[in-house]
């Protein structure tokens, strides 16, 4: 869109942006320790996030840092749970039980700023 | 960073991004300030290092973790809303899910379950609500449709407060062994059948104590008593052996030989009738168990029958050698009288008429000829006569083998001469066969051929092999006395002998 000689009408922008969030792939990973109650509850709750945004186009892989930490070497991983959304860029991170929905859906991308209550994240 | 950037779209970009990362750390430290995060991640010179935040429970919860990933059985749990928590290594392998894959899943993605019957489900579900735990059996569907028996514990997991926080299961794949107890119990249906619908009567005796384990349906029938209260006892108490000692000796002896065979043991049944049976032992291993099976064959039925046939056996062989001296009387009196040049003729007749009479004995299993079949055997040539100018009548008279061969061997000699010289040589003489049974003043049978219109019958004088035939030889089949006499219109033969020794009914009574 940047760049474009003649400005897109608004309902062209809003098609276009479906339209482009449909198609994107989302590539995240949580970082868990074990079966601590907050990383029980991110599990579900994340999962349960991309079954209802984000079905059939969303990659999750769960790392139990408990058993090996070293698999949290290189993501600056700080706490557990954390949420990373790898992709679509940015790279955002997410710490918690994921029970703040909107947040986390803002944060994805999933929700515009202004609907949000939360100003987090990005839009 | 914001000197170098080019345009007011990249610089606002740029600034959009710093704020983002600036409110994910301020999250950060708000949610370990708040409590929200279970450990810490301190990079250290060997690498990241993971703290957990909740002292003695994390350790708590490490240490249960490391056990149950020890599990043999696949351990999985899931939460209230049915959602998997934690899976452990077995539970991956057995559910073809990796625990990244499966955790945060609802438990119906990793399998489905089918249940014996429809309200299992229901059942298993009232209990575990009720007694917080249930164990039992039933069928895991996975993911690539195969389907695995499983026997299952299923417990409560509960929180702080008591409230339930969802389940624990601990699956164990059985389908091996069930498929194993299937086939165990289709071989224990199919022998079970062959045992019950065996016509020989089975026991299966325990060689320790000699007494009953089992018996068949046969044995029950056999014995006159269910297999309630053949179960316990020894073969000498049921009657299948009369001395108690020979049941021990046979226990001795199979398990030296494996086999002992009684080929006739006398037997009584409980009605008293007499009974012969075949009596085979064998010692066999059952799982490392040993048993005699008894198989018990009643060869009444079977000896009677043998008995039989070498009773007929004899009689066929007394009957051959009888067959081949008359035979070889025959052609050397047909030899030694008459023409030379019809011997053929005559001998071919003779021994015709003698294979006449045998096809009948035959037919009959040597029970008898009637003597109406053996005028029609031996006059087959005059078949178109009969009726007409040779006229039988007589009542049902069965003759015995002997009294057969003898009078169709007459019949046969009569006939001959009544179509070279009597009543059957011209086209008026006409020949009456009669028989009859008299009962006074002693039980006789007599036999009569009388020739009417014929030529007149004059003796020869010199006794031929026809006339030897039907006096003599007739005679002797019958003790009896046969008669000859030569009228105008052809010749009267009469063959009178005592009921039992021409009649075979006279012998087998009525």
Not at chain 2, 292 to 313: G, P
């Amino acid at each position: 869109m940047k760049g474009d000689a003649t400005p897109p009408t608004l309902a062209q922008s809003l098609r276009a942006a479906a339209a482009t969030h449909a198609a994107t792939r989302y590539v995240l990973r949580l970082y868990v320790t074990g079966s601590t109650p907050h990383s029980i509850r991110a599990i579900s709750n994340i999962r349960k996030i991309c079954e209802k945004y984000l079905e059939g186009r969303y990659d999750l892989e769960v790392v139990d840092i408990s058993q090996h930490p070293s698999l949290a070497a290189g993501e600056q991983i700080i706490a557990a749970p954390t949420l990373i959304k790898k992709l679509p860029l940015p790279l955002r991170r997410f710490i918690g039980d994921m029970s703040q929905t909107d947040r986390i859906l803002l944060g994805l991308g999933l929700r515009e700023a202004a609907a949000s209550t939360s100003p987090t994240g990005e839009a | 960073m914001l000197a170098k950037s080019s345009s007011f779209s990249a610089l606002h970009e740029e600034n959009a991004e710093l704020r983002a990362r600036l409110d994910e750390a301020n999250e950060m430290l708000g949610a370990i300030r708040g409590g929200e995060v279970d450990a810490l991640v301190v990079q250290s010179a060997d690498g990241p290092k993971v703290y957990a935040l909740q002292g003695q429970d994390a350790e708590n919860n490490r240490f249960r973790g490391e056990m149950l990933a020890q599990v043999s059985d696949a351990v999985i749990a899931a939460d209230s809303e049915e959602r998997v928590i934690y899976l452990n290594l077995a539970a991956e392998r057995l559910y073809g899910f990796d625990a990244s894959e499966a955790l945060g899943r609802p438990l119906s993605e990793i399998y489905q379950s089918r249940w014996p019957q429809l309200e299992d489900r229901a059942v298993a579900k009232t209990i575990l609500d009720k007694c917080g735990e249930w164990r039992g059996e039933c069928i895991h569907i996975l993911r690539d449709g195969r389907e695995m028996n499983v026997e299952a514990g299923a417990a409560v997991l509960r929180d702080t407060t008591g409230l339930s926080a969802g389940t624990l299961s601990v699956v164990r794949d059985v389908t091996g062994r069930k498929r194993h107890e299937d086939e165990v119990l289709v071989s224990e249906v199919r022998y079970r059948r062959l045992f019950e619908a065996a016509r020989d009567g089975i026991l299966i005796l325990d060689p320790a104590t000699g007494k009953i384990i089992d018996a068949n349906p046969v044995v029950t029938q056999m014995l006159g008593c269910p297999d309630t209260r053949l179960v316990g006892k020894t073969l000498f108490e049921v009657g299948l052996l009369t001395d108690d000692g020979v049941g021990h000796d046979m226990v001795a002896e199979l398990k030296r030989a494996n086999q002992i065979r009684f080929e006739n043991l006398p037997f009584e049944s409980p009605s008293g009738r007499h009974h012969d049976v075949e009596f085979v032992a064998n010692l066999y291993s059952e799982n490392d168990r040993p048993v005699i099976q008894c198989n018990i064959r009643d060869i009444t039925e079977r000896r009677r029958s043998e008995e039989h046939v070498k009773l007929l056996m004899a009689e066929v062989n007394h009957r051959a050698k009888n067959m081949l001296a008359v035979v070889q009387a025959v052609a050397y009196q047909t030899a030694k009288f008459g023409d030379p040049a019809t011997l053929a003729d005559r001998l071919s007749g003779r021994i015709g008429a003698l294979a006449a009479g045998q096809d009948l004995l035959v037919k009959s299993q040597w029970q008898g000829v009637e003597v109406a079949d053996l005028i029609t055997a031996q006059l087959a040539h005059f078949k178109d006569l009969m009726g007409a100018r040779v006229l039988a009548d007589g009542p049902p008279a069965l003759l015995t083998a002997e009294a057969a061969q003898g009078i169709g061997m007459a019949l046969h000699e009569l006939a001959t001469n009544a179509a070279k010289y009597g009543a059957l040589s011209n086209s008026e003489g006409r020949v009456r066969i009669v028989w009859q049974i008299i009962d006074d003043p002693k039980p006789t049978f007599s036999i009569s051929w009388l020739e009417e219109g014929g030529p007149r019958a004059e003796a020869s004088g010199r006794r031929g092999f026809g006339q030897i035939v039907m006096g003599r030889m007739a005679e002797a089949a019958v003790q009896g006395v046969a008669r000859i006499t030569y009228g105008a219109g052809g010749l009267a033969w009469t063959l009178t002998a005592p009921l039992d020794d021409a009649l075979a009914t006279a012998k087998v009574g009525p």
